[in-house]
């Protein structure tokens, strides 16, 4: 099986331009979370996606805003992007999402990532 | 609240020692830990995870780690480093109370292995 693939892989914007990464999961997996990685802060938290729609949601912006589609795929998108939001972008795949023991511990498998910096 | 904490910025092992990086907890209810892996310019790569059970778990690569409950520890392991283990390693929490499904991070391990 192929794994989870973002593009693009790198991306270089201005202060206040918007931005859209893309997310495949691994085929079958139904759930996709995204996560931004910075040095300082760690891998943080930004949505969980299943059936097309937002599941979960951590403690970012209105300006981060994201989506999945039919297929599973998903993108999630970035306005007015600020100096702050260079970043790497990583997606994350699992096959379920759910309260039972096995969705809970189900494993999320990780992307590439996409590398983004906010000149 | 649900945290996780990795003590050691980084770590630094001779080849063909031993190694651990260390990893404790604080969840409400049962704890589901896991292990990750990320080489540079690379996402994450699954290593184990813990959910019940034995307290040993063995994962990909060599690595194992053992969960203990009293200390609120899931240190990983590996009987001998390589120095291709070099990487940065992340352990991360999710609990089975309340009704937050988020996988909560540790800041992450820089592992250097010395040849």
């Known amino acids: 099986k192929a794994g989870v693939t973002q593009t693009p892989r790198y991306l270089i914007k201005t202060r206040g331009q918007q931005v859209t990464l893309s997310c495949s999961p691994i085929?079958?997996?139904?759930?996709v979370s995204w996560y931004q990685q910075t040095p300082g802060q760690g891998l943080q938290f930004l949505f969980e996606?299943?059936?097309?729609?937002?599941?979960n949601k951590g403690n970012f912006p209105g300006r981060f805003s994201g989506r999945q589609f039919s297929n599973s795929r998903s993108e999630m998108n970035v306005s007015t992007l600020e100096l702050g939001d260079s970043a790497l972008y990583l997606c994350?795949?699992?096959?379920?999402?759910?309260?039972?023991?096995?969705?809970?511990?189900?494993?999320?498998?990780f992307g590439p990532g996409t590398r983004l910096t906010v000149l | 609240a649900q945290s996780v904490a990795q003590p050691e910025d980084q770590v630094n092992v001779a080849e063909g020692n031993p190694l651990t990086v260390k990893c404790t907890y604080s969840?409400?209810?049962?704890?589901?830990l896991f292990w990750y892996v990320q080489y540079p310019n690379r996402g994450l790569q699954f290593l184990l995870k813990?959910?019940?059970?034995d307290n040993l778990v063995k994962g990909s690569y060599g690595f194992e780690a053992e969960f203990n409950k009293s200390q609120t520890s899931f240190h990983l392991k590996k009987p001998s480093a390589l120095v291709s283990d070099s990487a940065l390693y992340f352990c991360?929490?999710?609990?089975?109370?309340?009704?937050?499904?988020?996988?909560?991070w540790g800041l992450g391990t820089s592992l250097a292995v010395n040849p």
């Open positions: 813990y959910i019940t059970g």
């Open positions: 991360a929490v999710r609990d089975n109370a309340g009704n937050n499904r988020k996988l909560i």
């Open positions: 994350a795949s699992s096959s379920e999402w759910g309260w039972s023991e096995a969705e809970v511990t189900d494993t999320q498998y």
């Open positions: 996606y299943f059936s097309e729609t937002q599941r």
């Open positions: 969840v409400s209810g049962n704890p589901y």
């Open positions: 085929s079958g997996h139904r759930s």
